[in-house]
């Protein structure tokens, strides 16, 4: 069965969420999120520290040890991780595995060091793309940089210096609620003989029917009904943008149906939406 | 004390915190001397068998372990670890070669899942039922790791390699993979997710994070260790 995999952002100890033109909007404490999601019974937690490149990762490991208490499901943590040692932190302080992005692209020879070291299954790769001049090319910082390489062929690239994982990130359709890239999902899947997951673009339900892929990483459909349920007390948010958390009753979700986790697994399995094929494990 | 073997090979914390849930005195040690003296054993394992078993030679726990499963005492394989019992692994190996030897407690070897089409390493959540043709769960299942398990009951597993036990007793369960579930567990598409019987048992999938399934499994390891 596809996994069900929230994605958790997160900056300044805060579960965060970006929205066009309007910044980086606060929903709430990691932690509490990915307690709840357990208990909902989510697959796997995918958890990016959003700042590593800027402000040091030691808030992050904070994080991942807060969230990692009390939640018996495997966490992989990504963002700014660099070294080998960067993944024994990561490791130390509660993650399964961890998710590399650019310091593979600027040493490919990273993914095959930490794989002989950690296991191919500890670490796994992202790979973000974009659409441009009609093929997908790989790019890193949330869709900013771009690396110069075929986000396909990286990730083939990927999978045979011992990528355990690929997360494909259609970042043309992040934060869209407009479905997934299934091209793109598709595409690496073909590329690519380890599992992948899917993230990048899943706005209701019905999205998550005929995804053949290992996991789906979501973010704001699932963030934005766990908010609805939130007790929130402002003083434990002394930074960021909190006008969303503290007005969240009168906002309306224009991009995405808020959904829980039950509501996917029953898309993933609705045969009468999309094609109707089973989703493969 | 349950020990938690640190051999360098695997994230032990996720163990650690299981194990506390559970209410079960446990500690992570390296030391041989805590190995040797301790009531139960668990050896986790990620990564690659032949620096697994190099590294538990290098520890010097090699000895400690195979005395500590000659006493009776209970030893519990994860993951890695669960191959780690066998009498070797084609991993790592030349083609030809017959592998790095196990440290041989259950008769058979381990090698690659075949490619059957789903991707490898094998990533998920996947049932878990005892083997086919076999009395139900509660007489396979009585006195092991999975007593307070139902059948069925789904476990996370991400592994690249499998065991072949060539003693049929010693398929305590097996789980089902690919788009081709074969219910008589020949061919490919079903594999051992636990194996052993007296005092040495294997999981394949990892209990540490398979939620309230994962944590009936250390409360019954529990209730074993005060058994043995």
Same mark, same amino acid.
């Given at each position: 069965?596809?996994?069900?995999?929230?994605?958790?952002?997160?900056?300044?100890?805060?579960?965060?969420?970006?929205?066009?033109? /309007?910044?980086?909007?606060?929903?709430?404490?990691?932690?509490?999120?990915?307690?709840?999601?357990?208990?909902?019974?989510?697959?796997? #937690?995918?958890?990016?520290?959003?700042?590593?490149? #800027?402000?040091?990762?030691?808030?992050?490991?904070?994080?991942?040890?807060?969230?990692?208490?009390?939640?018996?499901?495997?966490?992989?943590?990504?963002?700014?991780?660099? !070294?080998?040692?960067?993944?024994?932190?990561?490791?130390?302080?509660?993650?399964?595995?961890?998710?590399?992005?650019?310091?593979?692209?600027?040493?490919?020879?990273?993914?095959?060091?930490?794989?002989?070291?950690?296991?191919?299954?500890?670490?796994?790769?992202?790979?973000?793309?974009?659409?441009?001049?009609?093929?997908?090319?790989?790019?890193?910082?949330?869709?900013?940089?771009?690396?110069?390489?075929?986000?396909?062929?990286?990730? !083939? /690239?990927?999978? !045979?210096?011992?990528?355990?994982?690929?997360?494909?990130?259609?970042?043309?359709?992040?934060?869209?609620?407009?479905?997934?890239?299934?091209?793109?999902?598709?595409?690496?899947?073909?590329?690519?003989?380890?599992? @992948?997951?899917?993230?990048?673009?899943?706005?209701?339900?019905?999205?998550?029917?005929?995804?053949?892929?290992?996991?789906?990483?979501?973010?704001?459909?699932?963030?934005?009904?766990?908010?609805?349920?939130?007790?929130?007390?402002?003083?434990?948010?002394?930074?960021?943008?909190?006008?969303?958390?503290?007005?969240?009753?009168?906002?309306?979700?224009?991009?995405?149906?808020?959904?829980?986790?039950?509501?996917?697994?029953?898309?993933?399995?609705?045969?009468?939406?999309? +094609?109707?094929?089973?989703?493969?494990? | 004390?349950? @020990?938690?073997?640190?051999?360098?090979?695997?994230?032990?914390?996720?163990?650690?915190?299981?194990?506390?849930?559970?209410?079960?005195?446990?500690?992570?040690?390296?030391?041989?001397?805590?190995?040797?003296?301790?009531?139960?054993?668990?050896? *986790?394992?990620?990564?690659?068998?032949?620096?697994?078993?190099?590294? #538990?030679?290098?520890?010097?726990?090699?000895?400690?372990?195979?005395?500590?499963? +000659?006493?009776? $005492?209970?030893?519990?394989?994860?993951?890695?670890?669960?191959?780690?019992?066998?009498?070797?692994? #084609?991993?790592?190996?030349?083609?030809?070669?017959?592998?790095?030897?196990?440290?041989?407690?259950?008769?058979?070897?381990?090698? $690659?899942?075949?490619?059957?089409?789903?991707?490898?390493?094998?990533?998920?959540?996947? *049932?878990?039922?005892?083997?086919?043709?076999?009395?139900?769960?509660?007489?396979?299942?009585?006195?092991?790791?999975?007593?307070?398990?139902?059948?069925?009951?789904?476990?996370?597993?991400?592994?690249?390699?499998?065991?072949?036990? +060539?003693?049929?007793?010693?398929?305590?369960?097996?789980?089902?993979?690919?788009?081709?579930?074969?219910?008589?567990?020949?061919?490919?598409?079903?594999?051992?997710?636990?194996?052993?019987?007296?005092?040495?048992?294997?999981?394949?999938?990892?209990?540490?994070?398979?939620?309230?399934?994962?944590?009936?499994?250390?409360?019954?390891?529990?209730?074993?260790?005060?058994?043995?």
């Amino acid at each position: 069965m596809t996994r069900i995999i929230p994605r958790l952002d997160v900056k300044g100890g805060n579960l965060i969420k970006g929205i066009h033109l /309007e910044g980086l909007r606060v929903l709430g404490k990691p932690e509490v999120y990915a307690q709840a999601y357990y208990h909902a019974g989510a697959d796997e #937690l995918l958890l990016v520290d959003s700042v590593a490149s #800027l402000y040091g990762r030691n808030g992050m490991l904070d994080v991942v040890q807060r969230v990692a208490t009390d939640v018996f499901i495997p966490i992989c943590v990504g963002g700014g991780i660099r !070294s080998i040692e960067d993944i024994r932190q990561a490791l130390r302080a509660g993650a399964d595995k961890v998710l590399i992005n650019t310091a593979a692209h600027r040493r490919p020879g990273f993914i095959s060091d930490a794989a002989e070291i950690f296991g191919s299954s500890t670490i796994v790769v992202a790979v973000e793309a974009i659409m441009a001049g009609g093929s997908y090319a790989a790019v890193t910082d949330n869709g900013r940089e771009l690396t110069g390489r075929a986000a396909i062929a990286w990730a !083939s /690239e990927a999978a !045979s210096l011992g990528a355990g994982e690929i997360v494909a990130t259609s970042v043309d359709r992040e934060g869209t609620g407009r479905g997934f890239d299934r091209i793109l999902s598709a595409e690496i899947r073909a590329a690519v003989d380890v599992p @992948v997951v899917a993230h990048g673009g899943f706005g209701r339900p019905s999205d998550a029917a005929g995804m053949a892929v290992s996991g789906l990483a979501i973010a704001s459909a699932l963030h934005y009904r766990q908010a609805q349920q939130l007790e929130v007390d402002p003083a434990d948010y002394p930074e960021g943008n909190v006008d969303f958390l503290l007005n969240r009753r009168r906002q309306g979700f224009d991009l995405v149906q808020p959904c829980t986790i039950d509501d996917v697994r029953a898309g993933l399995v609705d045969l009468d939406a999309k +094609e109707g094929t089973r989703a493969a494990c | 004390m349950l @020990v938690i073997v640190d051999y360098g090979c695997g994230n032990l914390l996720s163990l650690a915190r299981a194990c506390a849930a559970a209410e079960i005195q446990a500690t992570v040690s390296g030391a041989w001397r805590d190995v040797a003296r301790a009531s139960a054993l668990i050896l *986790p394992g990620v990564g690659a068998f032949p620096r697994a078993m190099q590294a #538990l030679i290098d520890h010097n726990l090699v000895g400690p372990i195979l005395s500590h499963v +000659e006493r009776g $005492k209970l030893l519990i394989g994860i993951c890695l670890g669960h191959q780690l019992l066998m009498e070797q692994s #084609l991993e790592g190996g030349r083609p030809g070669s017959s592998g790095t030897h196990g440290l041989q407690l259950l008769r058979g070897g381990c090698a $690659k899942l075949p490619p059957i089409g789903v991707p490898v390493p094998h990533v998920g959540w996947h *049932p878990v039922r005892p083997p086919a043709g076999r009395n139900g769960a509660d007489t396979t299942w009585a006195y092991t790791p999975l007593a307070a398990t139902a059948p069925n009951e789904r476990f996370y597993f991400s592994h690249s390699y499998r065991v072949y036990p +060539e003693d049929p007793r010693d398929w305590l369960a097996v789980t089902d993979f690919g788009p081709h579930h074969n219910p008589v567990d020949v061919g490919e598409s079903s594999y051992p997710a636990a194996i052993g019987r007296d005092n040495v048992f294997g999981l394949q999938f990892h209990p540490e994070k398979s939620a309230g399934a994962g944590l009936r499994v250390f409360q019954q390891i529990k209730r074993m260790m005060e058994r043995l």
